[in-house]
């Protein structure tokens, strides 16, 4: 196994500065970042294998980089509601965040409860961590049932007041992810953006209308109907 000086060192030889401003033009942004694209990641990831430990120790370090590598070796199993809890305060950008949400959270037998606990947080990273765990548990791969599924609109609706940028794109995300799963929460959703939209909030109004686009939309329609 790598040592955390030996991934340190093979971090930095990837590096790309060029790459940094275009990640800066995506709002990545908050820390210390070589510029490693997630094509070149990846792949160095699968090398190593999932560690939680080499994992927490990745996440410790101020590198952007570091903290990407520690969610591909994060292991599910072994990803405790505090160790969640902690990554989850730390997030300084959105990519951190819908990274712990879709790939780690959703494998936990604690993330529904965490989803109603941090949507309901005053930080914006915090509470987008709800709506990128509803994307990741929508999944197909995730076998939820439609039922569980369904529970998160009253979220949904909920929360659409957010004006945050994070907050309200990860919203609109989450409710389109779950009309897009299938014929029948396809309709729930367009139902609950019908109400989102009579919302007094400008928020609101651009949640509703951006999802209703693409709910509604005949790619859509089709291969929900297929």
Same mark, same amino acid.
């Given at each position: 196994m790598k040592s955390l000086e030996e991934i340190l060192a093979d971090l930095h030889s990837m590096a790309n500065p060029e790459y940094i401003t275009q990640m800066e033009y995506f709002g990545i942004k908050g820390g210390q970042a070589?510029? @490693?694209?997630n094509t070149v990641l990846k792949p160095y990831a699968k090398k190593i294998g999932r560690n939680?430990?080499? &994992?927490? $120790?990745? *996440?410790?370090?101020?590198?952007?980089?570091c903290k990407?590598? /520690? @969610?591909?070796? /994060?292991?599910?199993?072994?990803?405790? $509601?505090?160790i969640a809890?902690? *990554?989850t305060r730390d997030c300084?950008? *959105?990519?951190?965040?819908?990274?712990?949400?879709?790939?780690? @959270?959703?494998q936990a037998d604690y993330a529904f409860r965490k989803v109603e606990d941090w949507s309901t947080r005053e930080a914006e990273y915090e509470k987008r961590m709800a709506f990128a765990t509803m994307v990741g548990l929508s999944l197909k791969g995730a076998?939820?049932?439609?039922?569980?599924i369904s529970s998160f609109f009253k979220i949904i609706e909920r929360?659409?007041?957010?004006e945050r940028n994070f907050v309200k794109k990860a919203v609109n995300w989450a409710l389109r992810q779950i009309g897009k799963r299938n014929s029948s929460l396809n309709k729930e959703a367009i139902r609950v953006a019908e109400r989102i939209k009579a919302?007094?909030?400008? /928020? #609101?109004? *651009?949640? &509703? /209308?951006? #999802?209703?686009?693409?709910?509604?939309? $005949?790619?859509?329609q089709e291969r929900l109907h297929k």
């Open positions: 070589l510029g @490693i694209k939680q430990e080499l &994992a927490n $120790e990745l *996440w410790q370090q101020t590198l952007h980089e990407h590598l /520690a @969610i591909l070796l /994060a292991e599910p199993k072994l990803f405790t $509601e505090e809890e902690k *990554w300084y950008s *959105w990519d951190l965040v819908d990274g712990i949400g879709m790939k780690i @959270i959703p076998k939820q049932s439609d039922e569980k929360e659409a007041w957010d919302q007094s909030t400008k /928020a #609101a109004r *651009w949640i &509703a /209308a951006d #999802a209703l686009r693409e709910l509604k939309s $005949e790619k859509v």
